[in-house]
């Protein structure tokens, strides 16, 4: 009896896991209700991910690319879909031994239909043109971080005829050039005079065989122009004009492996960060009508004070920072300012690029305005002032002359 017990605890604490090793949705890290969209870019991002020629020190990586290539066919086909829904991995693989099916693929011919390259990165094949691009960032977001979604038209392998150019999947040999791919062409160059020069087939493009059924959807043409989404992972105190790669997302082709698209990210100008419709200006750098400065990893700020409080003193000032936090700015009574003053407070700057925990500092410029007239009672609060200084000028010389 305890013999049984064990062996359907152990059969118990099995299942689980052989469920979740062939849950399709569990490996592309989405659910039961996920579009056909979210599983394309599922399939798309771990592809790259778990790539073999880019996990070369990791055995493991092999299987797990596998694995999404695997999840990826039975889940954008709409028919194994149901069937897989209905019946798990297990029916499936039973309806696909059925002759109903034609099982998976090599997964790296699938992958070299969405990024072109015989499915692999590198051994010396032809790579398509980078795309580089300008992104404009708020000086906020480069204090705070964060990620950040973008959109670019690129060229994409048509998914339709799986960047054969063809509906039916056939091509016949091109009757111009007998499927050569290039053709003699004689040029006379005087009476009775020719030269005989060899050209590309302008028929079939140089590859030696044309469709006789074109794709409906790319038109033949084996790509079509589409908008995809990326997202920017900007981190904290990243420097201006610095370039993020996004690898093998640039133009797609079956004749060539993907570039990479290249973004630069440039420090949008204070007179632009603002937009006047709303009352956030402070994640644009701005707090009560003057901007922040970035200068490497410091921050630069213009306080401005009135005559009364730079000869005076006895004042403070919340300074709200770039992510809302307060710095406290001021000076105990009798303590003067004079004009262009700089004070610099300890890290209340920028973020150090990858240094956690570490900032540079802020550095505060003080301008002291004068006022076109005074009432009494700055006048009487002024005086004083100056007669102290006064007074304690004369018994200075007295002393001096002694």
Same mark, same amino acid.
């Given at each position: 009896m305890k013999f049984l017990f064990r062996s359907l605890l152990i059969l118990l604490s099995i299942i689980p896991l052989i469920l979740a090793a062939q849950d399709y949705y569990k490996i592309l890290g989405l659910d039961k209700s996920a579009s056909p969209k979210d599983i394309k870019r599922a399939y798309r991002t771990l592809s790259k991910k778990w790539h073999p020629d880019k996990n070369p020190d990791n055995p493991a990586a092999s299987d797990k690319f596998r694995e999404v290539a695997e999840a990826y066919e039975t889940l954008s086909d709409d028919e194994q879909r149901k069937i897989y829904d209905r019946y798990g991995a297990e029916g499936l693989k039973k309806h696909q031994q059925g002759g109903q099916g034609g099982g998976h693929h090599d997964p790296f011919d699938l992958f070299s239909r969405f990024f072109g390259g015989g499915g692999h990165f590198h051994g010396g094949q032809r790579r398509g043109p980078n795309m580089e691009l300008n992104m404009p960032i708020s000086l906020h977001d480069f204090y705070t971080g964060g990620q950040r979604e973008f959109q670019i038209e690129k060229q994409q392998i048509c998914e339709h005829c799986e960047g054969s150019g063809s509906a039916d999947g056939h091509t016949e040999t091109c009757a111009e050039c007998s499927g050569r791919g290039v053709k003699l062409v004689k040029h006379m160059l005087a009476p009775g005079i020719f030269q005989q020069m060899q050209t590309i087939c302008n028929k079939c493009n140089g590859q030696g065989h044309v469709i006789s059924k074109p794709c409906k959807i790319c038109g033949g043409a084996k790509v079509k122009k589409d908008t995809v989404t990326l997202k920017l992972d900007l981190e904290k105190g990243t420097p201006n004009h610095a370039q993020m790669v996004f690898e093998n997302e640039g133009d797609e082709s079956p004749d060539w492996v993907a570039g990479d698209v290249l973004i630069n990210v440039i420090q949008m100008e204070a007179t632009g960060?603002?937009?006047?419709?709303?009352?956030?200006? =402070? $994640?644009? &750098? #701005?707090?009560?009508?003057?901007?922040?400065?970035?200068?490497?990893?410091?921050?630069?700020?213009?306080?401005?004070?009135?005559?009364?409080?730079?000869?005076?003193?006895?004042?403070?000032?919340?300074?709200?920072?770039?992510?809302?936090?307060? =710095? $406290?700015? &001021? #000076?105990?009574?009798g303590i003067t300012v004079q004009p262009n003053f700089v004070e610099r407070i300890k890290g209340e700057g920028m973020p150090i690029y990858q240094k956690d925990g570490e900032f540079g500092d802020l550095v505060v410029e003080y301008e002291v305005i004068l006022p076109d007239l005074m009432d009494s009672g700055m006048r009487k609060d002024l005086q004083e002032v100056f007669d102290k200084w006064h007074k304690k000028k004369g018994e200075k010389l007295v002393k001096d002359e002694l």
């Open positions: 960060e603002v937009d006047p419709t709303n009352d956030e200006e =402070v $994640k644009h &750098g #701005k707090t009560d009508g003057m901007f922040f400065r970035r200068k490497g990893n410091d921050l630069y700020w213009k306080e401005v004070l009135g005559l009364r409080e730079a000869l005076l003193g006895d004042w403070t000032r919340n300074l709200t920072h770039l992510d809302g936090h307060v =710095v $406290k700015l &001021g #000076k105990k009574k």
